[in-house]
């Protein structure tokens, strides 16, 4: 599925690592300020646990894990606002992203230096705030300026709003609908990421994320090369799609086990246009089985023999670990 993610951070704080780890891509990794020079798509793919017991059952000659799309920027630096180091012009890429993952620095590395100077987790997430604000209120008032001549009356209310209340660790999902053309950062569900070691952030901050997450990520690029170390990226992969609201599914045939996304609360006639949209339109039925009950069985023919196999509509919601066979 075309899901998005922003990324965000200032200079060196492990972004590119980051999309080397989740995307296997040959990205520029330097030891300086500004190696994104443009910014860039990515896939990350999130080779579940689920895919690969599946796949040792099935057996087919390929496997295909499901990805979101990470959309890079170059990093921010105190006073991008005003012109500084790239400037803002960037944030424009970022508001691509159905959602922002704030990647911030909490490790020591004489050969990476901070562009700050020092490691202080809590201070590079103020100066993000402090430039995402600030290029949000350009926006606002600039547009503001042009509803007020053509009088539309709500998107200039929920405008005003918003400029009256806008701070740091303030966000504004209520109203990403009405003024959703305008691709605004503080109305966009935030991530955030903490690179390195385990830290304590005041509880302000904790609740302007969605969800806070701690990952070593150069420990787990050297470590997906060594058998048997413990590893938290699969943990944190899968944890992050949940807190997407994003659950999994599968399909199987005899050439291709294969791994999908889609959001909560989807249908089964959405799951079957998003393999195909033959599979939509010629739709009969879904016939499915719960991963746990084919791994036990460990054969779909006789789990339908059993009477494991459950026949659902178009309308019927898809749930989370399903292995589901679409009639057509």
Known sequence: MNFKIGLCGLPNSGKSSFIKLTSEADVLIANYPFTTLKAGEYSFFIFSEELKKLHQITQTPE?????????????LIRGAHRGEGLGNEFLSYLRKGNVVLEIVRNFENKEVPHPEGKVDPLRDILIIEEEIIQAEKEILERNLKVLKKTNQKE???????????????????????????????????WYLLVNGEECDLPSEVLKTFQSVYFLDVKWEI?????????????????????????IQFFTFTKEITQEWFIKRGSSYL??????????????????????????????????KK????????????VEENEIIWFKI
Not at 162 to 178: V, Y
Not at 222 to 235: M, Q, S, T, V
């Open 63 to 75: 496997v295909i894990p499901d990805y979101l799309i990470l959309v890079d920027v170059p990093g």
């Open 155 to 189: 998107k200039i209310e929920a405008m005003e709003k918003i400029l009256i209340q806008l701070e740091p660790f303030k966000r504004m999902p209520e109203f990403d609908e009405i003024l959703k053309e305008y691709n605004l950062l503080i109305t966009k569900p």
């Open 270 to 303: 959405e799951a079957a246009e998003l393999i195909h949209s033959d599979f939509a339109q010629k739709f009969k039925e879904a016939q499915t089985l719960s991963l746990e009950e084919f791994l036990e069985l460990k054969d779909w023919e006789l789990a």
């Open 306 to 317: 059993l009477g494991k196999i459950k026949i659902k509509g178009k309308k019927d919601k």
């Open 222 to 246: 050297e470590a997906k090369e060594i058998k048997d170390l413990p590893k938290k990226f699969n943990e944190f992969s899968n944890k992050f799609r949940l807190d997407l609201n994003l």
